[in-house]
């Protein structure tokens, strides 16, 4: 039971460049989302999914958008990368999006854009 | 929104128990009290939640206040894998705002 994967774990970029940052989570969870985390502040949620086939913007969504391929998988796409997206980012997934359910990290991808 | 206020820093001796307070004078009645812990290189890790009555769990206790204003994280007998930063989060379904926590360090 690996929990929740994410690739790659390291990633350097130049401005404008795209790329795609995976999560994978193998617990059956119906809600899945995306954090960021900049230095020395906390998490921020950039998007979420409550269920396959459905996703919602958090509280940074601007520069990113999101795919929930099916039940396992949630990716988040850079279009044109910013230096300003620089940051460290999260998976999570939860069962549901109830107020008691527990989420669920994965290790994060730490994303340099020059 | 409501928020959370917590000390940017706390220490602690090894063996000996560890009160984190948390303020959120603004939450309502449907905002559960959650708290999650984030070790140095990793993803956080839920910790325990409760909405009004005292919870208590294998890794620590949540003491919240009668008026739910206030709660505190109890560490019972605090270790060295235990220094870490501790979110208090208020949670209404999908919404869980975190703060910069309270960095938690534990001395020998």
């Known amino acids: 039971n690996a929990g929740v994967t994410q690739t790659p774990k390291f990633q350097v970029l130049k401005t404008g460049q795209s790329m795609t940052l995976q999560c994978a989570q193998d617990?059956?969870?119906?809600?899945m989302y995306w954090y960021r985390q900049d230095p020395g502040m906390g998490l921020r949620l950039i998007y979420y999914s409550a269920s396959e086939g459905t996703t919602d913007k958090g509280e940074v969504p601007n520069g990113y958008n999101v795919s929930r391929l099916n039940k396992r998988e949630f990716s988040l796409r850079l279009e044109s990368a910013a230096p300003s997206q620089t940051s460290v980012y999260f998976c999570a997934s939860s069962g549901d999006r109830f107020s008691t359910d527990t989420q669920y990290f994965g290790p994060g991808t730490r994303l340099t854009v020059l | 929104d409501a928020k959370t206020t917590q000390p940017n820093s706390m220490e602690s001796n090894e063996e000996e128990p560890v009160h984190l307070p948390c303020n959120h004078s603004?939450?309502?009645?449907?905002?559960?009290i959650h708290w999650y812990r984030q070790l140095p290189s990793q993803g956080p890790e839920y910790v325990i939640h409760?909405?009004?009555s005292n919870v208590n769990n294998r890794m620590a206790s949540l003491a919240i206040a009668e008026d739910r204003k206030s709660s505190t994280l109890i560490l019972h007998r605090a270790t060295l894998r235990d220094a870490a930063v501790y979110y208090c989060i208020l949670r209404r379904h999908n919404d869980m705002r975190f703060g910069a926590g309270t960095r938690l360090t534990v001395k020998p």
């Open positions: 617990m059956n969870h119906n809600s």
């Open positions: 603004t939450i309502s009645g449907t905002d559960y």
């Open positions: 409760g909405l009004t």
